[in-house]
């Protein structure tokens, strides 16, 4: 079977997303990281066009990286020669062993945009393909718009990757740049270019602009295409471009191709997680195989199932992409859901504690709490099934004021009291807020009997208020993130006073960062 080659552009196209900022550090980064996963080509961005792409070509060089980088930029001006032009001359001087020329397809763009003849167009697609190859350089050339070229003008859009494959291109991807186009449209053109051109290294290009971008590249490699271009996560303009990590495993494990090691497949969440990280975005949870809720079961009855056989609710083993299988705790859960999620933590609860747990998660869930982002507070009730556990603090009292005073403007205050063992400490502490300043006081309390808890660092907050009803009692509900070192943590708190429904989300972040981190690490 044709090999399938993986073209990344998470460093050019993925760019260009609107939140999506990247130093010359981040791009050296990302581009060594996916060299090792194995990515075939990276495409690094387009030398000339600013002063931090010419500093990262000249670094990434220099790395010896296991995959052919690629520089992008566009084929000649108009009416002028190649070799007065400074676009092709800075691709040049990047050093990359490949290069990925950009030409229109599209008639209405070659009279539109570029302003000039159609011949004249297919004259600087040909030269500047041969000026590349003349100076020893593999050649991509990227065919933009040549879905809606084919279908405008589907001669003169032929006509185009012609004139590209007679100058020695040594790939033609057909760009679907707009996004617009459905998979069967994607397939039949595919395929029509493929037999026209029989000899020729075919590769897709899509864009997410109908949700369409991952099903179309597929659509491609059924009809012909042999490289794929698109990005980690999706990254890329409007609304992302074809993304590589859902596309990998689909080719590998749905449709039978052997594109990389199945080894590496098992890095696949970690890479995923890591270029979110590096260019400072959120990874989605609900990403294809490597989102955090990707293997997530919920729905008691599901779980049910999967702890007897767990391909009875996912299509394939999440180890095979490096994610993990997750049981999500709520109301809706049964108690199969809090036996496997005890599995992974390493404990083992028999038939009765689990309905124990699973009864007292469902009657703070109808007083406003939720479980199902708050896995810290359900560890919690786990551990206090125990009756070797020992809770390593009593809360006793606290009080927490705010006020506006003179020349200080707002001040809040919490004391709070507390028994360890048996000593009684009582502190003080004001802050930013009034929650702010009881975390503070408690971690006070604490922290002379527990050193291990100035490590601890609160880095975000939530509060939801909550519709009220005669059902239910609470209506603020609390959930809040705690961090130390490189573990993280969530614990949810609900009550009708959003100080008391923090003080519950905070005392449990506390007793969980004793259990986790030793209570004993003095």
């Known amino acids: 079977m044709t090999s399938i080659f993986l073209y990344d552009t998470t460093l050019r196209d993925g760019s260009q997303r609107e939140d999506i900022s990247l130093s010359v550090e981040d791009k050296l980064t990302i581009a060594h990281r996916l060299a090792e996963f194995g990515m075939h080509y ?45 676009n092709l001359r800075a691709l040049i001087e990047a050093g990359t062993p490949a290069v990925t020329l950009v030409g229109k397809t599209w008639d209405y763009h070659v009279s539109h945009v570029l302003a000039t003849t159609p011949a004249e167009n297919l004259a600087m697609i040909r030269d500047s393909v041969a000026w590349m190859k003349s100076r020893g350089r593999e050649v991509i050339f990227d065919a933009e718009h040549f879905y809606d070229g084919f279908v405008a003008n589907p001669e003169y859009a032929m006509a185009t990757l012609f004139a590209a494959a007679e100058a020695g291109a040594d790939w033609l991807v057909l760009c679907e740049t707009n996004g617009g186009k459905l998979p069967w449209e994607m397939e039949a053109m595919t395929r029509e270019v493929a037999a026209r051109l029989p000899n020729a290294r075919l590769g897709v290009h899509c864009h997410n602009d109908t949700g369409c971008a991952v099903a179309n590249s597929l659509a491609g490699v059924r009809a012909g295409a042999s490289m794929v271009q698109g990005t980690v996560n999706g990254y890329g303009e409007r609304v992302g471009n074809a993304d590589l990590v859902t596309i990998l495993p689909n080719l590998q494990f749905k449709m039978g191709y052997a594109v990389l090691p199945e080894e590496r497949l098992r890095e696949l969440t970690s890479l995923s997680r890591f270029v979110a990280e590096v260019a400072n975005l959120k990874h989605d949870d609900h990403q294809p195989y490597t989102g955090h809720s990707a293997f997530a079961h919920k729905g008691g009855i599901h779980v049910a199932a999967i702890l007897k056989s767990p391909d009875t609710y996912q299509h394939i083993d999440p180890e095979r992409v490096g994610n993990e299988m997750r049981s999500v705790t709520s109301e809706l859960s049964g108690r199969g859901n809090i036996q496997l999620q005890a599995r992974r933590l390493g404990l083992d609860l028999d038939n009765a504690a689990a309905q124990h747990v699973l009864a007292q998660i469902k009657h703070l869930e109808h007083e406003g709490f939720t479980f199902e982002a708050a896995e810290a507070s359900v560890e919690l009730m786990f551990h206090r099934l125990s009756a070797a556990y020992l809770r390593p603090f009593e809360l006793l009292d606290y009080f927490v004021i705010t006020e506006r005073r003179h020349g200080r403007g707002l001040l809040s205050e919490a004391t709070v009291k507390v028994k360890l063992g048996e000593v009684v400490k009582f502190t003080a502490a004001e802050g930013n807020g009034p ?69 519950r989300a905070l005392s449990d972040s506390m007793e969980y960062a004793l259990m986790r981190l030793g209570a004993d690490n003095q």
């Open 42 to 86: 990276i495409e690094c961005g387009w030398p000339g066009s600013n002063p931090k792409d010419a500093d990262f070509f000249a670094r990434a060089n220099r790395m010896n990286l296991p995959a052919r980088l690629a520089a992008f930029g566009r084929t000649r001006h108009a009416n002028s020669s190649c070799d007065d032009d400074g």
């Open 435 to 503: 929650v702010n300043a009881l975390a503070t006081a408690l971690q006070d309390a604490l922290v002379e009997v527990y050193p291990v808890l100035r490590s601890v660092r609160l880095i975000d907050y939530k509060v939801r208020i909550l519709a009220g009803s005669a059902g239910t009692a609470a209506n603020t509900r609390v959930l809040i993130d705690f961090q130390s070192g490189v573990e993280s943590w969530t614990t949810v708190g609900a009550s009708p006073n959003i100080i008391d429904a923090s003080w």
